[in-house]
């Protein structure tokens, strides 16, 4: 009784003096064990302002080499809904019109409202070319989650942010084909396929709590913006090193080539070529940068 007493008295001293310690660095672990571990791994000492918080740059990290795989823990087992209507994806992470396309676009009308998928403080907040009005917010286990095509701004950088706290309003500034929320989540400025990470049904579920990713899943042109890549998920170290050895191969494609020629070359029917880059007519149409020559993850390029 004597030590739950001690112990009441010591969650009292630290609460009482933790109200004047900024959000971005309270959080700490409590060792006693009548914590669970569970709520040990909650608190943990983070300031994750201490390294590239630049606030006017989209990519601090260009100089940061990431290295693959990568091992990436969330505490929660659901995130909030980036938009507080029902989801519906327009485009997806992948090659599109050539071009790559790293996040995924999210329908909304102009003047919706666009929440923090989780918690963590403003880094960016700030018209961005192409993206438009951009907030970037950057959450304490290493990701940050990127909001573009405001119409609006209700945070400014380094505002400590909640999960499903109001970030601004979507819109259609920068390069956007019509109103929608241009959604991409970012480790040390790469980009990951946020559907690899994240279910964007109504459940808004986390995938798992601890999950590898490797680089297949942070290269667009391995991926169709036009539909859901295969999911195939990594939960371990060893799983992870496993599936590199089932990397896709990619054929670069020439002006002079025909999808008969390349078929020849490699050894691959038309018919597998067609079915693995979603191409509905036998013949290239356009010259395209990337090919798909074989997918052991089961995806497919546009």
């Known amino acids: ?68 795989p990568l091992r990436l823990k969330f505490n929660d087992s659901n995130y909030s809904s980036p938009i507080t209507i029902n989801k519906v994806i327009t485009s997806r992470y992948g090659w599109r019109r050539g071009r790559a396309h790293k996040g995924i676009d999210i329908d909304l009308v102009t003047g919706d409202s666009v929440v923090a998928m989780f918690e963590g403080i403003v880094r960016f ?30 945070v400014k950088v380094n505002d ?32 990951i396929n946020p559907e690899y990470l994240f279910n964007f049904a109504d459940n ?38 496993a599936s590199l050895q089932k990397q896709s191969k990619i054929y670069i494609v020439k002006r002079s080539d025909t999808l008969s020629k390349i078929s020849s070359r490699n050894n691959v029917s038309i018919a597998v070529l067609c079915k693995i880059n979603a191409i509905k007519k036998p013949s290239l149409t356009r010259v395209d940068k990337n090919l798909l020559l074989s997918s052991g993850f089961k995806t497919f390029l546009a």
């Open 1 to 68: 009784m004597k030590s739950l007493v001690s112990f009441i008295f010591f969650l009292s001293t630290i609460f009482g003096f933790a109200q004047d310690i900024p959000l971005n660095i309270l959080k700490f672990k409590l060792v006693d064990s009548i914590v669970t571990e569970k709520a040990m791994d909650s608190f943990h000492v983070v300031d994750i302002k201490a390294e590239y918080w630049e606030t006017n740059v989209y990519n601090p990290y260009k100089k940061q080499e990431v290295k693959f």
């Open 125 to 154: 907040a700030n018209y961005n070319t192409g993206h438009g009005r951009t907030v970037i917010v950057r959450h304490y286990n290493g990701l940050e989650t990127v909001y573009a095509h405001l119409s609006k701004y209700s």
């Open 160 to 191: 400590t942010v909640k999960q499903g706290q109001l970030l601004g309003k979507g819109g259609t500034s920068g390069n956007a084909r019509g109103s929608h929320l241009h959604l991409v989540v970012n480790y040390k400025g790469v980009s």
């Open 204 to 241: 808004n579920a986390i995938r798992a709590n601890d999950i590898w990713v490797t680089s297949h899943w942070t290269r667009p042109y391995l991926h169709n913006s036009k539909r859901q890549s295969n999911l195939s998920l990594l939960l371990t170290e060893e799983e992870a090193i």
